[in-house]
């Protein structure tokens, strides 16, 4: 049994013994005591209905709680349970009241989600600027590059999903106060996985779906906002479950909850809930800072042993900084259609990896033993 500081691991992920699951910035597997507490959740259905639904409420703050802990936000109020990433992403683009000429600015690495509703706000005259990441010294040069006096948001990935290049979020959010902007924090490629302060960095919304490094299900994100950022966004949804009186329906004055619930205009996805939280329990026993290690020890032991192929030209920074949980790779001479051919057959042969951005990337959890780090090196060096 493979033990990490007394958890046996090999009970938590009994993954299929032909899998090798290196695929957690795409979708990632659940723990046992998730699976185990959504299959409770599923025969107390099944036998009493919400006969007990007052404890689901509880199941529901004790999420914000864990969350909260994860993200070291200073009250489990500020954590709104949405739908994904980009739901919460779209509810501050549309939510905020911008001036024709305002700017946003992202970065030329980002997942569409993190993209689509800025560019969806060019109708209101808003502009996005495009930080080009490698054409400053530091992406942080960048981002600082192209902020301008009208800059009114910059929006970041915490880590980039292709290359997996680590930004230093503290630096960033330092540039939005110098521009009195507002900060948000696309956290799903690094929450779960490394340590995150939402404090330090100074952002005013964070947001991260439950399925990639978090280890839950799709369809339910954690999106933290700052409490005098969270009274700057229009609301678009209402309904019962995002009023200060929760639970009184006789009541016909009404207001949005102080906290984020405000985000939350109707039932909560309970089945999201209790199974995100077994996966958070997890992640707090074993200690974030105990799983970044073990993350970033992963990648790099990946790393070495691929470089060591001179076919192979890594992709990843090589700065430990920027480093993360991903590791992007091409082969050296060879165009996409080799790589599309070269990512079908390893998932043919069960190396659950991804192509993205012209490479392959491998994206191993803290849990995964170093055999099927070993494994996979073997396979793609023999595919080449
Ligand atoms: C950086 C980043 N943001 C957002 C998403 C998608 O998030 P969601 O499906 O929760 O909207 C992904 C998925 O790959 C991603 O890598």
New binding site residues.
Partial sequence: MVLLDGFPLVDEFPLDPQLLYLNH??VAPWPRRAAMAAQRFAEENLHSGATYAQQWLEQEQGLRQLAAKLLNAPQAEDIALVK????ALSMVAFGLNWQPGDKVVITDQ??P??RIPWEALSRKGVKLVTAKLDQAETPEAAIAKACTTNTKLISV?SV??ASGLRMDLKAIGALARQHQALYCV?A??SLGALTFDVESIGADFVMA?A??WLLGP?GI?LFYSHPKARTQLKLYEYGWHMVEALGDYDRHEWQPAASARRFECGSPNTLGIVTLKGSLSLLLEIGISNVEQRVIANQRYLRKRLEKDSRIQILTSDDPKRQSGILHFRIKDKNDDYHKALYQSLLDQQLICAYRHKGIRLSPHFYTPEPVLDKAVSMIRNAL
Wanted: charged share 30%.
């Fill in positions: 910035a795409a994904n990433t980009s739901e980002e997942f989600s993190n990935s980039q999903y696309d799903i490629q779906d399925h990639k799709e994100a």
